[in-house]
């Protein structure tokens, strides 16, 4: 479980909102894994070879995909459109390494698959991948942060009366709100 030790050393040091994982091949043993190492870590599957049909965004509307791995990708082509990536060399040639054609029932669009790029040549696009996932459940990292957010204001605010004592009279500071609307527990930080 080399792969796994790995991601938990590298959550420890970057302290992710999610883990998404390719859930394919030996990934569903990471998966478990990781869900034993890091509780506090949400750890999500993805079936990337999934054949499930499916659609995904294409220039605007919706078209026929052949695998779970083209949806995400073929979506992540669309929010390029209007999104906002790092300027790292190795990521812009993940993304523009891979090329797309028609999948085997003729009427899907499929992105190459990895052991024909290598044929070309080129890498397995790790970093694309690695994007395509987040961005495929950018709801759920949003939700967590909001969770994380929402605990740490009633921990801040337990820790700064002792009165409090328990993290529902925590909560309860954050859900009333004074005259201004603000929060008790923003008055009392001066926010």
Do not use: C
Not at 55 to 69: D, E, H, I, L, P
Not at 107 to 117: A, Y
Not at 136 to 162: F, G, K, L, N, Y
């Amino acid at each position: 479980m080399l792969v796994a030790g790995d991601i938990v050393l590298e959550a420890q040091r970057w302290h992710p909102d999610a883990i998404f994982v390719d859930a394919g091949n030996i990934g569903a043993a990471i998966i478990d894994r990781l869900r034993q190492l890091l509780p506090d870590t949400p750890v999500y599957e993805v079936w990337f070879g999934s054949t499930k049909v499916r659609q995904a965004q294409f220039n605007g509307s919706a078209t026929n995909v052949f695998n779970k791995r083209t949806e995400i990708w073929t979506n992540m082509r669309e929010w390029l459109n209007g999104g906002a990536i790092p300027d790292d060399q190795g990521l812009k040639d993940d993304l523009t390494g891979p090329l797309y054609s028609f999948g085997g029932d003729d009427v899907s669009i499929m992105l190459e698959r990895k052991k024909d790029m290598k044929k070309r040549g080129l890498a397995s696009p790790d970093d694309g991948d690695a994007l395509g996932r987040i961005l495929r459940d950018q709801s759920a990292v949003e939700q967590i942060r909001a969770s994380r957010a929402q605990q740490e204001q009633a921990q801040q605010a337990a820790a700064m009366m002792p009165a409090v004592r328990d993290g529902a009279d925590a909560a309860k500071l954050l859900s009333e709100t004074d005259a201004g609307g603000r929060s008790a527990l923003s008055a009392m930080m001066g926010q």
